[in-house]
């Protein structure tokens, strides 16, 4: 029986192919996004989920390249630091049953997870006025990327002994300037897009106040 679609395709236009996905998908979402409510947060998050799990796996054919990374920390700066957490722990999960589960995805949600981290604890410097600094993304998104790797990295440990440690990191630098570039590129492309999406769906509710001190009643 005639197949339609036994077609051969490279791997370079099967990266076309993934690019154009994952800007339908972007698209798709940013029209989804308008129709939103402000303060719809929790949804947004979900979708910057959708985003991320889609852009990790369509660019899988690219060494280290994804937007995962910025992503999370953006989350981290907009969100705090429990939100990113989740956001990068559920992207982990998510993306590894299709790319592969096992016991790297545990430090890769803790390679997320502390990106996220720093982006909350940096989040003043970062967010100046209400404006997000690009220039200082890109350097802690660069940064973030050596990072993560070598936070993974450790995984290697339960496999081989630890005084291969360092050479096993030295020899993955190159996939770790990857990730790099990668995150800078990312955060040139997405970085003001996203941060007003996401301004526009904070939270608008009061935290819940502490008293500083708490006055006997006896």
């Known amino acids: 029986m005639f197949d339609a679609h036994a077609v051969t395709i490279g791997p370079h236009g099967m990266l076309f192919i993934n690019a154009a996905m994952l800007s339908l998908i972007g698209w798709a979402l940013w029209r989804a996004e308008r129709k939103l409510a402000s303060g719809s947060d929790w949804i947004l998050l979900m979708m910057l989920g959708v985003f991320a799990v889609s852009g990790r796996v369509l660019l899988e054919p690219i060494p280290n390249i994804q937007p995962v990374t ?82 993974v990295s450790v995984s290697v440990l339960h496999s081989m002994g630890s005084e291969l440690l360092l050479p096993y990191i030295a020899a993955g630098l190159p996939f770790d300037l990857l990730h790099a570039v990668g995150n800078v590129a990312f955060v040139a492309w997405l970085a003001n897009p996203l941060s007003e999406v996401m301004s526009k769906h904070l939270d608008a509710s009061p935290p819940m106040a502490v008293s500083e001190s708490v006055s006997s009643t006896f």
């Not at 907009?78 to 956001?87: E, M, S, T």
């Not at 790297?104 to 997000?132: C, E, F, H, K, P």
């Not at 993304?137 to 993560?148: E, K, Q, R, W």
Request: hydrophobic share 60%; with cysteine.
């Open 70 to 151: 910025v992503i999370v920390l953006l989350a981290g700066v907009h969100y705090g630091a429990p939100r990113a957490i989740a956001l990068a722990t559920a992207v982990t999960l998510c993306s590894n049953l299709i790319l592969g589960h096992g016991l790297w995805s545990l430090y890769q949600a803790v390679g997320w997870s502390a990106v996220g981290v720093v982006g909350a604890l940096m989040s003043n410097q970062l967010l100046i006025d209400g404006r997000l600094s690009v220039k200082r993304l890109a350097i802690v998104a660069a940064a973030s990327a050596f990072a993560f790797d070598w936070i």
